[in-house]
């Protein structure tokens, strides 16, 4: 979380405000994980209500709803310094289609918190099992490896598409962390994920702090 807060200065301090979006990216998963350490408290001591229920659905509000709207528009954001009109028309689409879909595929968890049931798998990692939902979107994405697609997709074709190399760059691990984390943790998918994206946001930091590191070398 500071990690997120202080990118988010270095991107003002470096003139980048279209960068302020995903350099606050460490905060939010910062939050996330704060979150998820709540859960565990919550089962730790036995299934603990209303922490349990409240911090699962605080978890899957992050991995369901809002890095599918925060990413595209973060991208969209950056495209306006470092792209064309036609990409940043085409990026402000997806952003808007993305945050529809992340709304739809979270509100049915929200309006039946009974059907998130969360617990530790055999894995020994937290699985957020919502099998009793009954939602098309949700069964759709979670279920179907269309579906599955098509959510990576909101998240990793956005970044890769900017001509900045270092986000570009930043996308491709996105999609390297969701390949090893299907191919080693698939049951427990979001929340290994989501650790593994928290981590990699490292990253960000050195995205906006690239201007001062030029300078410093020309220096």
């Known amino acids: ?4 807060l202080y990118s988010a200065h270095i991107a003002r301090s470096n003139q980048q405000r ?3 979006p995903l350099a ?3 905060f939010f998963f910062g939050v996330q994980q704060f979150v998820e350490g709540l859960e565990w408290t919550g089962i730790d001591r036995g299934g603990v209500e209303p922490l349990t229920s409240l911090a699962g659905l605080g978890f899957l509000f992050f991995a369901y709803c809002f890095w599918m709207i925060w990413i595209p528009w973060s991208a969209w954001s950056i495209s306006r310094s470092t792209d064309g009109h036609g990409l940043q028309q085409r990026l402000r689409w997806v952003a808007i289609v993305a945050t529809v879909l992340g709304i739809a595929f979270y509100l049915p ?3 039946d918190p009974p ?6 798998h055999s894995n020994g990692r937290l699985l957020y099992d919502i099998s009793d939902l009954h939602s098309i979107v949700h069964n759709f994405i979670s279920t179907e490896p269309v579906g ?13 598409a900017l001509r900045d190399r270092a986000v570009k760059l930043f996308g491709v691990m996105i999609f390297v962390s ?10 427990t998918f979001n929340s290994v994920w989501c650790f593994y994206c928290a981590v990699l946001s490292i990253m960000v930091l ?7 590191l030029r300078r410093t070398a020309v220096g």
């Open 24 to 26: 606050l990216t460490p």
């Open 178 to 187: 969701i390949f090893l984390t299907w191919l080693t943790y698939s049951a």
């Open 109 to 111: 968890v929200l309006l």
């Open 115 to 120: 059907a998130l049931q969360p617990h530790v």
């Open 148 to 160: 599955e697609l098509v959510y990576w997709g909101f998240i990793v074709l956005p970044l890769v």
């Open 1 to 4: 979380m500071p990690l997120g």
């Open 206 to 212: 050195w995205i906006v702090n690239r201007p001062q």
């Open 18 to 20: 279209a960068y302020v």
